[in-house]
């Protein structure tokens, strides 16, 4: 996420947290505005909790948790993360896409709902991709160029 707010709860080393890791297993793809914002969100996330001794941590889309649960969660999100980039390269790779029929077949591999917060989300690992040099676009048409 491009800024985080939270609260650190020192008597009780409690972290509280709004949306830093956003629905993993809802039936849809949650949004996150830039990857690499998200990544770098996730990092940050587990760094405080190394060094700040947290015991406690609160999401807003999860019930209570130690921090090895929330060692434990900030993997499963990487993962997920990995997983819609790997998705989207693999179709990709099949043929050019522009991003509606890129969004809805990356729904559709994941069993996800077509919603909104999954085209913005498509469209920020294209762009993600992009910046890589993994992916290219030309007239609203994605490619994979490796």
């Known amino acids: ?10 008597k009780s080393k409690t972290l509280i947290l ?3 890791i956003t629905l993993i297993d809802a039936p849809l ?3 996150h505005v830039t990857v690499k914002g998200y990544r770098e969100s996730l990092d940050k996330l587990e760094e405080v909790i190394k060094t700040r001794n947290v015991e406690k ?7 209570p948790m130690s921090s090895s649960e929330s060692f434990d969660l900030i993997a499963k999100a990487r993962n997920y993360i990995t997983s819609i980039e790997d998705v989207i390269i693999t179709l990709l790779k099949e043929k050019d896409q522009d991003l509606e029929t890129l969004w809805k077949n990356t729904c559709d591999k994941m069993n996800k709902l077509h919603e909104f917060r999954s085209l ?10 992009e910046e890589k040099g993994i992916v290219s676009r030309s007239n609203d048409v994605a490619s994979y160029v490796g």
Do not use: R, Y
Request: avoid cysteine.
């Open 29 to 31: 793809i949650h949004g």
């Open 1 to 10: 996420m491009l800024e985080e707010v939270g609260w650190l709860e020192t």
């Open 18 to 20: 709004g949306d830093v």
């Open 57 to 63: 941590v609160l999401l807003a889309h999860f019930p």
């Open 120 to 129: 913005s989300t498509v469209n920020a690992h294209l762009n993600d991709l």
